[in-house]
Protein backbone atom coordinates (compact mmCIF):
# COMPACT_ATOMS: atom_id res chain seq x y z
CA UNK A 1 0.00 0.00 0.00
CA UNK A 2 1.48 3.32 -0.65
CA UNK A 3 -0.61 6.61 0.01
CA UNK A 4 0.47 10.13 -1.33
CA UNK A 5 -1.43 12.93 0.55
CA UNK A 6 -2.48 16.55 -1.25
CA UNK A 7 -3.54 19.66 -0.41
CA UNK A 8 -1.65 21.45 1.89
CA UNK A 9 -0.25 24.89 1.62
CA UNK A 10 -0.94 28.39 3.59
CA UNK A 11 -3.99 30.09 4.65
CA UNK A 12 -4.86 32.70 6.60
CA UNK A 13 -6.66 31.92 10.27
CA UNK A 14 -10.23 31.30 9.76
CA UNK A 15 -9.88 29.73 6.28
CA UNK A 16 -10.28 26.45 5.01
CA UNK A 17 -8.44 24.03 3.11
CA UNK A 18 -9.51 20.13 2.08
CA UNK A 19 -6.67 17.31 2.32
CA UNK A 20 -6.60 14.10 0.10
CA UNK A 21 -4.82 10.81 0.45
CA UNK A 22 -4.91 8.08 -2.32
CA UNK A 23 -3.96 4.98 -1.89
CA UNK A 24 -3.08 2.36 -4.10
CA UNK A 25 -2.71 -1.43 -3.92
CA UNK A 26 -5.41 -3.41 -2.37
CA UNK A 27 -7.57 -3.51 0.59
CA UNK A 28 -8.98 0.24 0.54
CA UNK A 29 -11.95 -0.50 1.61
CA UNK A 30 -11.61 -2.48 4.61
CA UNK A 31 -8.86 -0.25 6.01
CA UNK A 32 -9.09 2.03 8.64
CA UNK A 33 -7.89 5.32 7.64
CA UNK A 34 -6.51 8.28 9.45
CA UNK A 35 -5.03 11.45 9.16
CA UNK A 36 -2.29 12.69 12.12
CA UNK A 37 -0.27 15.57 12.32
CA UNK A 38 3.15 16.58 13.62
CA UNK A 39 4.07 20.63 14.40
CA UNK A 40 7.47 21.96 14.76
CA UNK A 41 8.90 20.77 18.53
CA UNK A 42 6.14 18.18 19.12
CA UNK A 43 5.51 14.62 18.66
CA UNK A 44 3.04 12.97 16.03
CA UNK A 45 -1.14 13.46 17.46
CA UNK A 46 -4.14 11.66 15.78
CA UNK A 47 -6.48 14.16 13.95
CA UNK A 48 -9.50 12.01 13.03
CA UNK A 49 -9.90 8.33 12.20
CA UNK A 50 -12.44 7.02 9.97
CA UNK A 51 -13.32 2.83 10.30
CA UNK A 52 -14.32 0.89 7.09
CA UNK A 53 -17.87 1.23 8.09
CA UNK A 54 -17.71 5.35 8.04
CA UNK A 55 -17.59 5.22 11.83
CA UNK A 56 -15.54 8.11 12.56
CA UNK A 57 -13.38 10.09 15.82
CA UNK A 58 -12.15 13.10 16.21
CA UNK A 59 -9.11 14.84 18.51
CA UNK A 60 -10.78 17.05 20.85
CA UNK A 61 -8.98 20.08 19.32
CA UNK A 62 -10.51 19.69 16.34
CA UNK A 63 -14.38 18.57 16.85
CA UNK A 64 -16.56 20.98 15.12
CA UNK A 65 -14.47 21.81 12.55
CA UNK A 66 -12.16 19.13 11.08
CA UNK A 67 -14.06 16.19 8.95
CA UNK A 68 -12.96 13.23 7.28
CA UNK A 69 -14.36 11.06 4.71
CA UNK A 70 -13.74 8.28 2.57
CA UNK A 71 -14.30 7.24 -1.07
CA UNK A 72 -13.87 4.20 -1.32
CA UNK A 73 -14.37 4.04 -5.20
CA UNK A 74 -11.08 6.08 -6.00
CA UNK A 75 -9.53 4.63 -2.79
CA UNK A 76 -9.36 8.16 -1.28
CA UNK A 77 -9.63 9.69 2.32
CA UNK A 78 -10.38 13.30 2.70
CA UNK A 79 -9.72 16.06 5.24
CA UNK A 80 -12.00 18.59 5.08
CA UNK A 81 -10.35 21.59 7.66
CA UNK A 82 -12.79 24.80 8.29
CA UNK A 83 -12.17 27.45 10.74
CA UNK A 84 -8.32 26.93 10.70
CA UNK A 85 -5.86 28.29 13.67
CA UNK A 86 -2.62 29.09 13.86
CA UNK A 87 -2.38 25.86 16.05
CA UNK A 88 -3.43 24.16 13.12
CA UNK A 89 0.22 24.72 11.57
CA UNK A 90 1.74 21.00 10.88
CA UNK A 91 2.57 18.40 8.62
CA UNK A 92 -0.45 16.33 8.22
CA UNK A 93 -0.08 12.62 6.94
CA UNK A 94 -2.12 10.27 6.46
CA UNK A 95 -2.19 6.67 7.75
CA UNK A 96 -3.47 3.30 6.66
CA UNK A 97 -4.33 0.32 8.66
CA UNK A 98 -4.98 -3.16 7.24
CA UNK A 99 -4.95 -6.60 8.79
CA UNK A 100 -2.65 -5.35 11.60
CA UNK A 101 -0.22 -3.79 9.32
CA UNK A 102 0.41 0.23 9.09
CA UNK A 103 1.12 2.28 6.29
CA UNK A 104 2.47 6.00 6.27
CA UNK A 105 2.31 8.60 3.27
CA UNK A 106 4.74 11.46 2.96
CA UNK A 107 3.02 14.43 4.89
CA UNK A 108 1.48 17.39 3.33
CA UNK A 109 2.53 20.97 5.26
CA UNK A 110 -0.69 23.23 6.22
CA UNK A 111 0.32 26.33 7.46
CA UNK A 112 -1.94 28.77 9.12
CA UNK A 113 -1.02 32.52 9.48
CA UNK A 114 -2.08 35.07 11.72
Known amino acids: VQLQASGGGLVQAGGSLRLSCAASGSGFSISVMGWYRQAPGKERELVAT???????NYADSVKGRFTISRDNAKSTVYLQMNSLKPEDTAVYYC?????????WGKGTLVTVSS
Open 50 to 56: IFHFGST
Open 95 to 103: RSQLSGTEY
